[in-house]
Each structure stands twice: as structure tokens, then as C-alpha cells.
């Protein structure tokens, strides 16, 4: 495996050195194995160093396993190589030794095997194997010594799910409903009373306005003539083409072309209505009433004498 630091990798040769050297002392034998766990007890996680030696008759080839046994079936809690081994030959006149260096993690406590394969001894156009099944390092626990001293969060509260009342939403919308046609309906009552009436609506609703204020009987049968007039000639401005606010009587006959003939009252009420409005001539009693009614019904005249002669012009657009 790749990924390991340098510092370490001295280390493991250093380790593997000193070992060698504590070694190469030792008496000749066909093969002679050994093993140094550094530290042999560890935690989980903590990385340790293994050195095994290897003494074998001169010219033999030695192999060291480079990884961890795949075929003892070991689980992923047993230890692991973290970097790849170190090595080191050391010369002798009379065997040939070798050594390798590991750097393993565990990962679970107690004792754990190291996990690692056969050494491979070659000689003589003979093959042997030196386990190292039976090497094992002692991996502690952190835990304290009595596990009830530790004290677990407490249970959470369930989670109680309420079923959504829609009610009161429903209730809120359909009072928005409600107060949306209201608003609606309100509107279209203003725009409706707010309509614009035809020029004999309108007058016929200020004639029925001015005899409610019963000014004759008040004495002030003047006012009354000439608000009676004053709305006869509001009417005709409206109605008849060529006749404006500011005429006076005079050029209002002669704007008015073919009226005459429907209203031919017209002239001597306006005469009458200026001498009472300019000349401040008294009329009181019946006569009031009677310029007020012929104001009232010239109105009335010329409207009838306009609808008949817009009716055929209609008629003829509709066909």
C-alpha cells in the first residue's frame, strides 16, 4: 500500500536494523525465525511497527509477504498493513539473513492476528514456508472499566403528528369569497347610480325637483320661472345640435332652425323668463305655475319631435 510518510519509513528501518544487529549473533541453524511487536499492546486505531527476521542457509532466496493474508479469510476488523515493508539484507559469510518491517492498525480489541502471509524460504532447488499465523498483538479497550458509569442521553420525545383542521381555512376563504362579491356588487351599484342620464331623464328629474321645493307657495314665484326656464335651456343644449350654454335667448331661436315648429311656445318663454330674471318683473300665483308647466312641456315636445325623427334613422341602421 502507497501513502505512508517518510519519517515512518525511517523508522520502520531503523527498527528493522537494530533487530538485525541483536541477531546476527545468534547460532546457526537451518532457519531460524523472528518476531518484534513495538508496542505490543495497542488501542484501536493505534499504529504499531513488526519486524520479523528471517536466518536461512547461505544462497537461499528469502520472500516476505507483502501484504496481509487474503486467504485466511480475516475480517476488516483484523489488523492491516498501512505501508509497504522495509527490507534490509544483512551480510554474513555463513547464512544468509533478512528482515522486513511492517507498519499495521487494528481495529478491534483483544488479542489480534497480524494477518500476515507465509515467509517464502528458497534453497538447495528447495521450497519451505515459515507461518506467522500464530504472531498475534493485544489491542486494548478504551472504554472505562465499568461501562454502567456511562450515562446515555435520554429517549427523545416521540413525534406526534396532528391531523390538519382544514375547517377554519375553509371558513376564512369563504368569507374572502363572500366579501370579494360584496366588494363586486357594491362597485357596480356606483358605477350603475353613477351613470350618466339622457338629457330628458335628466330634466324631467330637475322639473320634478324644483316643484317639490313648492317656491310659489313660498312667495318666490320668480325663482321658480326661472329655475323651470334655466332647465328647459339646459335640456336643449344637451338635445339640439348648434345650441350652446352662453347664447342668449335671441341666438338660441336662431340655433334652433326646425324647433319651432314642435315647440312654438318657445320664444314667448324665453321673453317671459328674461324679464324676470333681468327686468325683476313680479309673477306670482297661476301664472307661475303656468310658465313653469309650459317650460316643463316644450321640454317634452321637443323631445317627442326628436325621437320620432331619430326613430326611422335608427331603423334604417339596424336593416
Not at 502507497?2 to 536494523?17: E, S
Not at 488479542?111 to 507465509?118: E, F, I, N, T, V
Not at 403528528?161 to 362597485?187: D, G, K, M, Q, T
Not at 325683476?280 to 307661475?288: F, I, K, P, S, Y
Amino acid at each position: 500500500m502507497t501513502g505512508y510518510r517518510v519519517p515512518g519509513t525511517w523508522y520502520l528501518f531503523a527498527a528493522l536494523l537494530l533487530f538485525l544487529q541483536n541477531a546476527a549473533t545468534a547460532q546457526p541453524g537451518p532457519i531460524q525465525l523472528g518476531v518484534r511487536i513495538s508496542p505490543d499492546t495497542v488501542t484501536v486505531g493505534q499504529r504499531f511497527i513488526v519486524v520479523v527476521r528471517v536466518r536461512a542457509p547461505r544462497g537461499a532466496t528469502i520472500a516476505f509477504p507483502s501484504v496481509t493474508d487474503s486467504a485466511a479469510g480475516r475480517p476488516l476488523t483484523a489488523t492491516r498493513v498501512v505501508a509497504r515493508s522495509a527490507i534490509v539484507t544483512t551480510p554474513d559469510t555463513s547464512a544468509t539473513i533478512q528482515g522486513a518491517a511492517y507498519r499495521l492498525t487494528a481495529w478491534d480489541i483483544g488479542p489480534q492476528a497480524l494477518s500476515l502471509g507465509d515467509v517464502v524460504v528458497r534453497a538447495g532447488g528447495q521450497t519451505g514456508y515459515v507461518s506467522l499465523a500464530d504472531r498475534s498483538v493485544f489491542v486494548r479497550s478504551v472504554l472505562p472499566a465499568d461501562t454502567t458509569l456511562h450515562v446515555p442521553k435520554p429517549p427523545r420525545p416521540p413525534i406526534v403528528i396532528v391531523p390538519f383542521n382544514w375547517i377554519p381555512w375553509l371558513a376564512l376563504l369563504a368569507a374572502l369569497v363572500a366579501a370579494s362579491l360584496l366588494w363586486w356588487a357594491w362597485r357596480w351599484f356606483r358605477r350603475r347610480s353613477r351613470k350618466p342620464l339622457d338629457p330628458w331623464s335628466a330634466a324631467e328629474r330637475d322639473f320634478q325637483r324644483i316643484e317639490s321645493m313648492r317656491l310659489i307657495e313660498a312667495g318666490e314665484g320668480e325663482r321658480h320661472v326661472a329655475m323651470m326656464t334655466d332647465i328647459m335651456r339646459t335640456y336643449l343644449v344637451a338635445r339640439v345640435s348648434g345650441i350652446q350654454p352662453s347664447h342668449t335667448s335671441s341666438e338660441l331661436l336662431a340655433a334652433a332652425s326646425d324647433i319651432h315648429r314642435a315647440a312654438p311656445g318657445l320664444g314667448e318663454q324665453l321673453w317671459s323668463a328674461d324679464l324676470v330674471k333681468f327686468a325683476r318683473r313680479r309673477v306670482q300665483g297661476d301664472e307661475a305655475v303656468s310658465l313653469g308647466r309650459s317650460a316643463r312641456e316644450i321640454a317634452r315636445t321637443v323631445e317627442s319631435y326628436l325621437a320620432a325623427r331619430e326613430q326611422p334613422k335608427s331603423g334604417r341602421k339596424a336593416a
